[in-house]
């Protein structure tokens, strides 16, 4: 397969311009860049979604023009989308058939079909399990198989590890050697150096839109790869110095909170969670999303009601406190969904400046609003956080990923917070946005801000936190020191498999010691 | 700053383009389906044209305008916040009738008279939405089935109480309630051949708060807020519950004026006879003038010198349903044209960005470069 010359112009910020890359068949190719960088626009050009403003598509010699995903999957290409696209009140089977029923029917045929494709790679999959009842690494075979299934020859893998602590990685890793060996294609996208060094036969790097070079993995440190990717010196997530205070900044105790799922089962969502964030501090949680993450914060900002426990922020006890009167009281909050919580979509950027802070200056005077400063406030947030935007009259939506996100940081930073809620803030922001989120965050906790840090990076989380927790299920598991801790460590707390005070263990048994 | 300019000119020709191009249409729409009737189209603008503008019916038009108008706004109220208070109707007839109860059981100078009825309705009209809104925050109700059952409501309590012996007066085969005094009458603008309403004065005042309240109130960014997206509303601090009843209770009490101008200035009371469907006419006048202040009135008069040019229309041997067929034309132009013109001008905008920021990013790559 060859793409030759790929330019694409797209509403949006990164056109990918004069992309070159050649995958050898039956082997792993990883496409490797900074998020923003164009990696799953290109993607989507060789799935059909996107049709290339110039350049051409090669696949096996033959130049081919891609108008649906469904002339790509007619060519054997099929592609694991990072977000999955499962219903999740039917079976595995089910799942795999659908839309694709005239392959092999819905009875007997397909689930044979579904055995024998499973057993030959490898994958492990139940055809009468619900896939509601699935886990994350499940889902993403279900997904896999879904696309074998339709006869893919080239699988393109969106980000597949971003949603899989590392146990998970490894063995979708063996997953991936096994389609090799069949002598299957797969594209492997991916901004993780150590995973596609480990992984990948060969390497292509994508920076700002176009492909910048291409590397061997045998050849090649991850130091190189990064450098190749940033174009310099990678930026790093650590903290130096410690700027812990004893002031407590935020208390919260025995927080509980309950919720019907859907089958009408009342579960425990929050289980009795207390920690304290003292001022100066960044306290990091890690957790596979899902485990009472979301829920966690919405307690804290007073957005969901509490079945028990108190939030104590500077000495205050707001538990009872509404939504606004918490903002007012000192805390920034950074959403983990920005387009939902953080952004109106459609209004322009002095609006969004105001969003969340209307009462505050300089957004009103009283009762009513000041859009003068309010308008003025928004250029100096776009220049300081160094928004990219030609104006603050065009609307958010207009505005790449990164930029909403510095946006975000800079009006929550604007108004002093004592607390700062930080969730996810750099997922789907590229490398310069990253590194200036980060230097704001420690910037402000010299300055004695208490942050509250959920990540799903856990690199972001060990480089950043002072303390770090681990959620599952509701509860707050294990305790670790980010000082002393590897990602994998961390990995196995997630999943549920160690608890209690989590120790670095230089042998090869990586466990948690229950020494709490 | 030039850029900035750029973009508030791209504003104002799409913000003329949309309305251009639903005239536009809905001419053409209109064209055809007069022609199939095997009439001529343009014969028909001409009676429409001359006979809307003489001076009877310029009168007439504003004075019809002026409760379509404050229904608009009622309405609008409810869009802004994402709410489709579909119950204008029965919230202005249930008004107007108490209103009229009470204004006819008292005797007071004009000054104190006409305030007390006027609050009068708008209480009830607020109380009778607020029900909506406190079923839709408490049980989930939504607001459309709910307005409606209680315009069904609203009409069978004033159809109880507006009887002889009750709270209404048989007069020949019409049943009202007791006329007002003089003293309740509302001031009219003296003109010929026929006065305009002073309500008039109230309906811009009304629009102008409208406005106000919206674009200028902490208040009203948050009711906008949670018209755009209720989850960043209510992770920016709103409480969206209250705001769902606040803004109920202001689409109400701006309902509860619709039956003003009728009940003080023609009518004097509520009779059997009183004007029905208003709040319906307001949706469609909030549609087309986009929830706008200015746009709705506009609209406003629109529907006014339609419905007046329409009885011409007749006389002059068209059917007299194209009327009604003009007026829905327009409306789905209307809105199918501003959606479109949105669409066209958020893509244009983005690709503008893109533009912009891509030719940013290569210069600081040929900076590096030259570095």
Same mark, same amino acid.
């Given at each position: ?45 060789? *799935? ?72 030959? *790679? ?30 893919? @020859?080239?699988?393109? $893998? ?11 990685? =490894? ?25 596609? $060094? ?41 903290? @130096? ?14 927080l509980k909170m309950s919720a019907v799922d859907?089958?009408g089962v009342v579960r425990d969502v929050l289980g009795g969670? +207390? ?17 009472g993450?979301?829920e966690?914060?919405?307690a804290?900002?007073?957005?969901r009601p509490l079945d028990s426990g ?16 918490? @903002? ?82 800079? @009006?929550?930073? +604007? ?33 004695? $801000? ?10 972001? $989380? ?11 299920r509701g ?39 229950? =020494?709490? | ?85 579909? #119950? ?25 008279? !006409? ?11 607020? %109380?009778?939405?607020? %029900? ?12 459309? !089935?709910?307005? /409606? ?7 069978? /309590? ?78 920016? &601090? ?26 003080? &200035?023609?009518?004097?009371?509520? #009779? ?10 307001? %949706?469609? /006048? ?30 002059? &041997? ?54």
């Amino acid at each position: 397969m060859e793409l030759a010359g790929i330019t694409k112009r797209f509403p949006g910020v990164v056109a990918n311009h004069d992309i070159h890359l050649t995958v050898r068949r039956g082997t792993v190719h990883a496409l490797c860049g900074e998020n923003g960088a164009g990696k799953s626009t290109l993607m989507k050009i060789l *799935y059909g979604m996107q049709k290339p403003d110039e350049g051409t598509i090669t696949l096996d010699g033959e130049q081919v023009t891609l108008h649906t995903p469904g002339d790509a999957i007619a060519r054997g290409i099929g592609m694991v989308h990072q977000h999955f696209m499962l219903a999740d009140n039917l079976t595995v089977l089910e799942n795999v058939v659908l839309g694709a029923e005239k392959l092999h029917g819905i009875g007997g045929k397909a689930r044979a079909k579904i055995k024998e494709i499973s057993d030959s *790679y490898g994958l492990g999959v139940r055809p009468d399990a619900m896939v509601e009842d699935l886990g994350v690494a499940d889902r993403q075979r279900v997904e896999i198989l879904k696309v074998l299934y339709r006869g893919a @020859r080239t699988l393109i $893998l969106d980000e597949p590890t971003a949603v899989l602590v590392p146990q998970e990685v =490894d063995a979708l890793f063996d997953n991936l050697r096994e389609l090799k060996a069949e002598g299957l294609t797969v594209i492997f996208i991916s901004h993780k150096l150590g995973e596609v $060094l480990s992984v990948a036969d060969d390497i292509t790097v994508i920076r700002r839109g176009t492909t910048v070079g291409s590397a061997v993995p045998s050849e090649t440190t991850p130091k190189q790869l990064a450098e190749l990717m940033v174009g310099s010196e990678l930026p790093s997530p650590e903290t @130096r110095e410690s700027t812990v205070t004893d002031t407590p900044m935020l208390t919260v105790e025995d927080l509980k909170m309950s919720a019907v799922d859907p089958d009408g089962v009342v579960r425990d969502v929050l289980g009795g969670i +207390s920690f304290t964030i003292r001022k100066g501090e960044v306290l990091g949680i890690a957790g596979v999303e899902g485990n009472g993450q979301a829920e966690l914060v919405e307690a804290i900002m007073g957005m969901r009601p509490l079945d028990s426990g108190t939030v104590t922020l500077d000495g205050t006890d707001v538990s009872q406190a509404p939504t606004r009167k918490r @903002r007012e009281d000192g805390i920034g909050y950074i959403p983990e969904d920005r387009h939902r919580h953080g952004l109106l979509l459609e209004a322009p950027l002095w609006e969004n400046r105001i969003l969340g802070h209307v009462t505050e200056k300089p957004n009103s005077k009283g009762a009513l609003l000041d859009p003068k400063a309010a308008r003025a406030d928004t250029e100096r947030i776009v220049r300081e956080y160094d928004v990219r935007t030609p104006g603050i009259e065009v609307t958010a939506a207009s505005l790449s990923g990164g930029n909403q996100q510095k946006l975000i940081v800079g @009006r929550e930073m +604007s108004h002093l917070p004592k607390l700062l809620i930080a969730a996810h803030p750099t997922r789907g922001v590229d490398v310069g946005a990253q590194a200036q989120i980060w230097d704001q965050i420690r910037e402000a906790r010299h300055e004695g $801000l208490a942050v509250l840090l959920i990540s799903a990076d856990l690199d972001e $989380l060990i480089g950043l936190s002072d303390t770090l927790r681990v959620m599952f299920r509701g509860r707050l598991v294990a305790d670790a020191d980010p000082a002393a801790i590897t990602p994998e460590e961390l990995g196995s707390a997630m999943t549920g498999a160690a608890s209690g005070h989590l120790e670095h263990v230089d042998e090869q048994e990586e466990e948690g010691g229950d =020494d709490a | 700053m030039s850029l900035a300019k750029k973009f508030d000119k791209n504003k104002l020709i799409l913000g003329l383009a949309a309305p251009l191009l639903a005239i536009v249409a809905a001419v053409a729409v209109t064209s055809v389906i007069i022609a199939i009737t095997g009439k001529d189209p343009f014969h028909a603008y001409q009676v429409m044209v001359d006979y809307g503008s003489k001076s009877d019916s310029q009168v007439w038009i504003i004075n019809k305008a002026v409760p379509y108008y404050l229904s608009a706004l009622a309405v609008a109220i409810g869009f802004r916040m994402n709410l489709f208070n579909i #119950g204008v109707d029965g919230q202005y007839r249930i008004a107007a009738f108490f209103a009229a109860v009470v204004g006819g059981a008292m005797t007071m100078p004009g000054f104190i008279q !006409i305030p007390v009825i006027i609050i009068t309705a708008m209480v009830v009209g607020a %109380i009778w939405a607020g %029900i909506a809104g406190l079923l839709k925050v408490t049980r989930g109700v939504n607001e459309v !089935i709910s307005t /409606i059952m209680l315009n069904a409501i609203g009409g069978s /309590i004033i159809g109880y109480f507006l009887q002889d012996g009750r709270l209404g007066k048989k007069e020949g085969n019409m049943v009202h309630t007791p006329v007002l005094p003089d003293s309740a009458h509302f001031f009219e603008i003296p003109t010929q051949p026929k006065p305009i309403y002073g309500f008039v004065v109230i309906a811009a005042i009304a629009g102008l708060a409208y406005w106000f309240v919206l674009n200028r109130t902490r208040f009203g960014f948050d009711l906008r807020t949670v018209g755009q997206s209720e989850s960043a509303a209510a992770a920016s &601090g709103v409480n969206v519950k209250r705001m769902v009843i606040t803004s109920m209770v202001l689409s109400g009490a701006t309902a509860g004026l619709v039956g003003m101008p009728t009940l003080l &200035g023609i009518s004097y009371n509520y #009779g059997t006879d009183f004007p029905v469907g208003i709040g319906f006419t307001g %949706i469609a /006048i909030a549609l087309l003038g986009r929830n706008n202040p200015v746009g709705m009135a506009l609209a406003a008069l629109l529907w006014g010198f339609l419905e007046r040019t329409g009885t011409q229309l007749e006389f002059e &041997g068209y059917a007299q349903e194209i009327v009604g067929v003009v007026q829905g034309v327009i409306v789905l132009c209307v809105v199918i044209a501003y959606e479109i013109v949105r669409r066209y001008g958020l893509k244009t905008q983005q690709r503008k960005v893109g533009e912009e920021l891509a030719a940013q990013a290569r210069k600081s790559d040929k900076a590096e470069v030259s570095a």
